[in-house]
């Protein structure tokens, strides 16, 4: 086939295949192995040579491994380096040993370690959509993510020893140590100067080409020094880690390699034999199940048994079964070596790619047992205040914003009363030596027993927008003599709190986006006087802007149309001023002169 022809059905169902899957949050390698699929051998064969494109779309991998690189701080690392090495390492051996167990030959080690790998491609994107990234089991995927990346370069280290992965005759082992310690050595202060000449003597383009040209550059040293090539990306990317073009060099490289990275699992998707599942689907099935099932038994034993594993062993189990994308790197390198029998790795490479197509069921799974978990936990009653409590404030809400408001009180010796629905945080910030109270501070019975009825001022600084109302109109309802200091997550949140009687509910973002733009005109040369003028402006008239869109903001035209006049009625204002500030310095001018 003409090669514009292929690369234009890639990029074609590329488009078409990775957003459908994505939506329908099944993750974007499962798109680009179905797009293969649907082009290959195995379904309308519109290419018919998925190896040669697979040699090609190697070159993903390896500037995967280039970024993996490049993510590695070794100050990160070092945050990290309990959960990575100890849990990681752990969840690899434990779980490979349990997969390696049935297996026999000197593979067995390979095998049980490449199919222990999860899909970071999958599970990362996946938690940061659901915003779970910052929780335990979260915190613990990404850190055994990371050793499993980080394990990939051992693993792909080693197999030229069982003579696969681009191994030269005559090449000694020692000699490829003898070349990464040169390189590990030397390498930091020559791509340091390199990319410090293109960056002050080149262009975009040039630096974009620099870029490519160290990944891949360093991944043919290695490999002619016996070793893999994804091993020389990914110490060209430790060894740029801590430079100060880090970030330019990933943006450089990311289109690159996300775009050959999609082509290769295209590509393995190609490779992967359909008849063999119509052929033998309890084997194949039996394969996929069995890898999740010993996966999510193995690692849910390990964790459970660990320091607060009650909590995360089930979750971590069940998002970490799935297998990776680096098996289909090592199946096709095995092979290449014709070390394990060609049927049987196409069975478990198809094994993988199912378990990667059940994974976003396993979520789903993990939130109905989380939901039944949560509901026969018995609901743990609110706090019971102190009966002489008559702080002259109460604050609502003791996360971030409510700690800041806390924090200026005590550095103002004024004592407050602290309330908070999320048992967790009221922990957390005991812990720190503050006291807050546990409870619902929309239910009228707690704010009578936080001396509401004695307070001046009710700071209402609840994250949830529909609490945050109702615990509006409760306090403005029994307590109308407190004022009450509101914040607000957005626009519409504050026109809600006016519609409820909140007297100049404050835009929790809006402080600190005026103070940016202040610094951003500082930055550009702007004079001081300028700036405050134009900020102390803009500040007002935004206030009266918010007044006047209250009475419209439930019309979208309307609000559009004083949205549009708003703006040029600022710049007039802002234009007026500048006259008028040109004048009186025209005037100054003239009386000193």
Same mark, same amino acid.
């Given at each position: 086939?003409?090669?514009?022809?292929?690369?234009?059905?890639?990029?074609?169902?590329?488009?078409?295949?990775?957003?459908?899957?994505?939506?329908?949050?099944?993750?974007?390698?499962?798109?680009?192995?179905?797009?293969?699929?649907?082009?290959?051998?195995?379904?309308?064969?519109?290419?018919?040579?998925?190896?040669?494109?697979?040699?090609?779309?190697?070159?993903?991998?390896?500037?995967?491994?280039? !970024?993996?690189?490049?993510?590695?701080?070794?100050? /990160?690392?070092?945050?990290?380096?309990?959960?990575?090495?100890?849990?990681?390492?752990?969840?690899?051996?434990? !779980?490979?040993?349990?997969?390696?167990?049935?297996?026999?030959?000197?593979?067995?080690?390979?095998?049980?370690?490449?199919?222990?790998?999860?899909?970071?491609?999958?599970?990362?994107?996946?938690?940061?959509?659901?915003?779970?990234?910052?929780?335990?089991?979260?915190?613990?995927?990404?850190?055994?993510?990371?050793?499993?990346?980080?394990?990939?370069?051992?693993?792909? #280290?080693?197999?030229?020893?069982?003579?696969?992965?681009?191994?030269?005759?005559?090449?000694?082992?020692?000699?490829?140590?003898?070349?990464?310690?040169?390189?590990?050595?030397?390498?930091?202060?020559?791509?340091?100067?390199?990319?410090?000449?293109?960056?002050?003597?080149?262009?975009?383009?040039?630096?974009?080409?620099?870029?490519?040209? !160290? #990944?891949?550059?360093?991944?043919?040293?290695?490999?002619?020094?016996?070793?893999?090539?994804?091993? @020389?990306?990914?110490?060209?990317?430790?060894?740029?880690?801590?430079?100060?073009?880090?970030?330019?060099?990933?943006?450089?490289?990311?289109?690159?390699?996300?775009?050959?990275?999609?082509?290769?699992?295209?590509?393995?998707?190609?490779?992967?034999?359909?008849?063999?599942?119509?052929?033998?689907?309890?084997?194949?099935?039996?394969?996929?199940?069995?890898?999740?099932?010993?996966?999510?038994?193995?690692?849910?034993?390990?964790?459970?048994?660990?320091?607060?594993?009650?909590?995360?062993?089930?979750?971590?189990?069940?998002?970490?079964?799935?297998?990776?994308?680096?098996?289909?790197?090592?199946?096709?390198?095995?092979?290449?070596?014709?070390?394990?029998?060609?049927?049987?790795?196409?069975?478990?490479?198809?094994?993988?790619?199912?378990?990667?197509?059940?994974?976003?069921?396993?979520?789903?799974?993990?939130?109905?047992?989380?939901? /039944?978990?949560?509901?026969?936990?018995?609901?743990?009653?609110?706090?019971?205040?102190?009966?002489?409590?008559?702080?002259?404030?109460?604050?609502? @809400?003791?996360?971030?914003?409510?700690?800041?408001? @806390?924090?200026?009180?005590?550095?103002?010796?004024?004592?407050?009363?602290?309330?908070?629905?999320?048992?967790?945080?009221?922990?957390?910030?005991?812990?720190?030596?503050?006291?807050?109270?546990?409870?619902?501070?929309?239910?009228?019975?707690?704010?009578?027993?936080?001396?509401?009825?004695?307070?001046?001022?009710? !700071?209402?600084?609840?994250?949830?927008?529909?609490?945050?109302?109702?615990?509006?109109?409760?306090?403005?309802?029994?307590?109308?003599?407190?004022?009450?200091?509101?914040?607000?997550?957005?626009?519409?949140?504050?026109?809600?709190?006016?519609?409820?009687?909140?007297?100049?509910?404050?835009?929790?973002?809006?402080?600190?986006?005026?103070?940016?733009?202040?610094?951003?005109?500082?930055?550009?040369?702007?004079?001081?006087?300028?700036?405050?003028?134009?900020?102390?402006?803009?500040?007002?008239?935004?206030?009266?802007?918010?007044?006047?869109?209250? #009475?419209?903001?439930?019309?979208?035209?309307?609000?559009?149309?004083?949205?549009?006049?708003?703006?040029?009625?600022?710049?007039?204002?802002?234009?007026?001023?500048?006259?008028?500030?040109?004048?009186?310095?025209?005037?100054?001018?003239?009386?000193?002169?």
């Amino acid at each position: 086939m003409n090669p514009f022809t292929t690369i234009a059905i890639l990029l074609g169902l590329t488009v078409l295949f990775v957003p459908l899957f994505k939506r329908a949050g099944l993750g974007s390698v499962l798109g680009y192995l179905a797009a293969g699929v649907l082009i290959g051998p195995s379904g309308l064969a519109l290419v018919d040579d998925p190896e040669s494109l697979l040699h090609t779309a190697e070159i993903g991998v390896v500037l995967l491994l280039f !970024v993996i690189g490049l993510e590695l701080q070794p100050s /990160r690392l070092w945050a990290l380096r309990r959960q990575v090495f100890g849990l990681g390492f752990l969840q690899l051996a434990g !779980v490979g040993a349990a997969l390696a167990s049935g297996i026999a030959g000197k593979v067995a080690v390979v095998l049980g370690w490449t199919l222990a790998l999860s899909s970071t491609a999958l599970v990362l994107p996946t938690l940061a959509e659901r915003r779970e990234l910052t929780s335990r089991y979260g915190r613990e995927s990404f850190a055994i993510l990371l050793f499993q990346d980080l394990s990939v370069i051992v693993l792909l #280290a080693i197999l030229p020893l069982l003579g696969v992965a681009g191994a030269r005759a005559g090449v000694r082992p020692y000699v490829g140590l003898a070349v990464l310690v040169i390189v590990i050595l030397v390498g930091r202060k020559l791509l340091a100067w390199l990319f410090a000449y293109v960056a002050r003597f080149g262009n975009r383009e040039v630096f974009t080409a620099a870029a490519l040209f !160290v #990944a891949l550059g360093l991944a043919l040293l290695m490999e002619a020094a016996g070793l893999s090539r994804s091993l @020389g990306a990914f110490v060209a990317g430790v060894l740029l880690a801590d430079s100060e073009f880090r970030h330019e060099l990933e943006a450089a490289i990311a289109p690159f390699e996300t775009l050959l990275l999609g082509l290769f699992f295209i590509a393995v998707g190609m490779a992967i034999d359909l008849s063999l599942l119509f052929a033998e689907p309890v084997r194949v099935f039996g394969y996929a199940i069995g890898l999740l099932v010993l996966k999510i038994a193995s690692l849910f034993l390990l964790r459970r048994f660990l320091p607060h594993g009650r909590d995360v062993a089930r979750p971590l189990a069940l998002v970490l079964a799935q297998g990776g994308e680096f098996a289909f790197v090592v199946f096709a390198l095995l092979d290449d070596g014709h070390l394990v029998p060609s049927r049987m790795l196409d069975e478990l490479t198809l094994a993988v790619a199912l378990s990667m197509g059940l994974a976003p069921l396993l979520f789903v799974l993990n939130d109905v047992l989380t939901r /039944r978990a949560r509901a026969r936990i018995p609901k743990r009653p609110f706090d019971t205040l102190p009966e002489q409590t008559d702080a002259p404030v109460v604050i609502a @809400g003791f996360g971030r914003v409510g700690q800041l408001i @806390g924090r200026l009180l005590l550095a103002q010796k004024v004592r407050f009363t602290a309330l908070d629905i999320d048992p967790t945080q009221v922990e957390l910030v005991r812990r720190f030596g503050t006291q807050v109270y546990y409870g619902d501070a929309s239910h009228l019975d707690l704010l009578r027993a936080a001396g509401l009825a004695k307070a001046k001022i009710f !700071v209402l600084a609840i994250d949830d927008v529909e609490a945050s109302l109702k615990t509006a109109e409760l306090v403005r309802r029994h307590f109308a003599h407190v004022r009450i200091l509101a914040r607000a997550r957005n626009r519409f949140h504050a026109y809600r709190l006016l519609d409820l009687g909140v007297e100049e509910p404050l835009r929790e973002t809006l402080l600190s986006t005026i103070e940016l733009g202040r610094r951003t005109l500082a930055g550009i040369g702007q004079r001081d006087d300028e700036i405050d003028r134009v900020v102390r402006r803009f500040a007002e008239h935004d206030a009266a802007l918010l007044r006047r869109q209250h #009475a419209v903001y439930h019309d979208d035209q309307h609000l559009m149309q004083t949205t549009q006049e708003a703006r040029a009625e600022l710049a007039s204002i802002l234009d007026q001023d500048r006259e008028e500030a040109a004048k009186r310095d025209r005037s100054a001018n003239v009386q000193e002169g």
